[in-house]
């Protein structure tokens, strides 16, 4: 079977069109290698690249380690882990050791063979710079507005995150501290989510 594995960060993601486009940008791709979209498996997070507990990803981990899975195509090797060189070769690692082939869409690469793996790491290696240039950045505005009077945090009630994604998300057995990553939100809001609904 091939597989195909789409994720995005949160909810606003997924609704503002981040998996439709990763789908159709995998369809035109499967459909240049003669592979009608219909015959695929698509596996699809709505969870932090930061997160391990993803529930797609385990289903297809799964179906891989079952020998169901010869192929799985993303969008990019960013959508398969954030954590950078380490986490991400472990897991590509695991897929090809089970002569998966890995194929990226967006990078134009298939990341089977020694060479793959190789370039497999520089690409994890850039994504993990790339999540943390973002944050650094970030700190370094909001450092900068407290320091002229500016910010005030989010308003109440304001929240990026939706206190019912927590408790789907707590449901699923996930730690709280994975909850906050894939919700851009400390622990404490998850707390609190998760408090309000008792």
Do not use: C
Not at 22 to 33: E, V
Not at 107 to 130: C, H, N, P, R, W
Not at 170 to 196: C, D, H, M
């Amino acid at each position: 079977m091939i597989a195909a594995y789409i994720r995005v960060s949160t909810e606003q993601q997924a609704d503002a069109g981040s998996v439709r486009s990763q789908k159709l940008a995998i369809n035109r791709w499967l459909r240049g290698h003669n592979i009608e979209p219909k015959d695929v498996q698509f596996f699809e997070d709505v969870i932090s690249g930061t997160t391990h507990e993803r529930p797609a990803l385990a289903k297809l981990n799964d179906a891989i380690f079952h020998g169901e899975v010869n192929q799985v195509v993303v969008f990019s090797l960013s959508r398969v882990s954030r954590r950078g060189i380490v986490d991400g070769m472990k897991l590509l690692g695991e897929w090809l050791e089970k002569d998966v082939r890995v194929v990226s869409v967006s990078e134009q690469f298939d990341f089977t063979g020694q060479v793959g793996q190789l370039i497999a790491s520089v690409f994890f290696a850039m994504s993990k710079m790339d999540q943390d240039a973002r944050k650094a950045a970030q700190a370094a505005g909001i450092a900068r507005a407290k320091e002229e009077g500016k910010y005030r945090g989010r308003k109440p009630g304001s929240t990026i995150a939706k206190p019912a994604r927590a408790r789907q998300l707590k449901e699923k057995g996930i730690t709280y501290e994975e909850i906050a990553n894939s919700l851009s939100v400390s622990r404490a809001t998850v707390a609190r989510y998760l408090s309000a609904t008792r």
